[in-house]
């Protein structure tokens, strides 16, 4: 079992930057390939970024390719997403989860374990 907190949400301007963070309780973090979605009203949820348990391997949604960064530090149980030129668009709730099924790197379905999200507005 893996709790996962966010934070670092808020409001940022078009442009502007925000750094998200999520902590993780429990021992097996290191083992779990982790990601972020978002979740803007009125839509679905969908994929933002994810990291495989070393670091080593990340994968990004085109449409934050180049401007987002995901990374993590196992000996803090931390996943982290960087921001950088925020879009209106980019305003949602994002959410960090655990992938534990052996699915598309994308697909929502492979992550069990999600933590309660934190929000980001961005202002034009």
């Known amino acids: 079992q893996v709790q996962l907190v966010e934070s670092g949400g808020g409001l940022a301007q078009a442009g502007g930057s925000l750094r998200l963070s999520c902590a993780a309780s429990g021992r097996t973090f290191s083992r779990y390939t982790m990601g972020w979605f978002r979740r803007a009203p009125g839509k679905v949820r969908e994929f933002v970024a994810a990291?495989?348990?070393?670091?080593?391997?990340?994968y990004y949604a085109d449409s934050v390719k180049g401007r987002f960064t995901i990374s993590r530090d196992n000996a803090k149980n931390t996943v982290y997403l960087l921001m950088n030129s925020l879009k209106p668009d980019d305003a949602a709730g994002y959410y960090c989860?655990?992938?534990?099924?052996?699915?598309?790197?994308?697909?929502?379905?492979?992550?069990?374990?999600w933590g309660q999200g934190t929000q980001v507005a961005v202002s034009s």
């Open positions: 990291v495989n348990w070393s670091g080593g391997e990340t």
């Open positions: 989860a655990a992938r534990t099924a052996a699915q598309p790197i994308g697909i929502i379905w492979g992550y069990a374990y």
